[in-house]
């Protein structure tokens, strides 16, 4: 079975500056997405950032890119001049080729400061 | 474009009692997924439905039930509630099932459970 783990469950960063959140996972599976969701306070999951595994190129929207590392099953979500709207959990999640169903890590707070 | 719309947003139930959950999804998607989500246990897959089937079940016992109509829009019931049934109920849609393309949620329904 497939697992996402997020091993920072709080992180913060201060207003413009760059914060790296980790990822990693356990798959069997040669195909599969990744993804990024942000969840604020209001709580409506918001995609963030997709990956397919098939692709080197990492994922790049805007302030937000990806460090995808296949062979060390690794994800991380990287923001730059990061906004007080960044605040929220985010987390990194999976989608299982065979089964078709998303797999979430545990989530990590982000605290933006002023 | 509207986007996934969850009915309702709140709702207070007692134990013993059934509750049924409604998703539209985005115009053009077939496939609706839900996910529970509670502080102890994370986001879960509950299941997945496309073209009217269930394509995929999660680890949920049997009183979580689900369908979908010809509109592609979904339902799930809940019955005899328990106190742990408390949780955000998340819908999320995409255009196909498998393993590809992102998932979009809705808002959530809050089911507090007394």
């Known amino acids: 079975a497939q697992t996402v783990t997020q091993s920072q469950p709080e992180m913060s960063v201060q207003e413009a500056e760059t914060v790296t959140l980790s990822c990693t996972y356990d798959?069997?599976?040669?195909?599969?997405?990744l993804f990024w969701y942000k969840q604020p306070p209001s709580r409506q999951m918001i995609l963030v950032i997709r990956?397919?595994?098939?692709?080197?190129q990492n994922a790049t929207e805007n302030r937000f890119s990806v460090n995808f590392q296949k062979a060390a099953k690794s994800f991380s979500l990287k923001i730059s001049d990061s906004q007080l709207g960044d605040a929220a959990m985010y987390f990194c999640?999976?989608?299982?080729?065979?089964?078709?169903?998303?797999?979430f890590g545990q989530g990590t707070t982000l605290q933006v400061k002023p | 474009k509207a986007g996934v719309t969850q009915t309702p947003r709140y709702l207070i139930k007692t134990r013993g009692q059934q509750v049924t959950l409604s998703c539209s999804p985005i115009?053009?998607?077939?496939?609706v997924s839900w996910y529970q989500q509670t502080p102890g246990q994370g986001l879960q897959f509950l299941f997945e439905?496309?073209?009217?089937?269930?394509?995929n079940k999660g680890n949920f016992p049997g009183r979580f039930s689900g369908r979908q109509f010809s509109n592609s829009r979904s339902e799930m019931n809940v019955s005899t509630l328990e106190l742990g049934d408390s949780a955000l109920y998340l819908c999320?849609?995409?255009?196909?099932?498998?393993?590809?393309?992102?998932?979009?949620f809705g808002e959530g329904s809050r089911l507090t459970v007394l």
């Open positions: 999320a849609s995409r255009r196909q099932t498998g393993g590809t393309g992102e998932l979009i």
């Open positions: 798959t069997s599976e040669s195909d599969y997405y």
């Open positions: 990956q397919e595994a098939y692709k080197q």
């Open positions: 999640a999976y989608l299982s080729s065979n089964t078709g169903k998303l797999i």
């Open positions: 115009s053009g998607h077939r496939s």
């Open positions: 439905y496309f073209s009217e089937t269930q394509r």
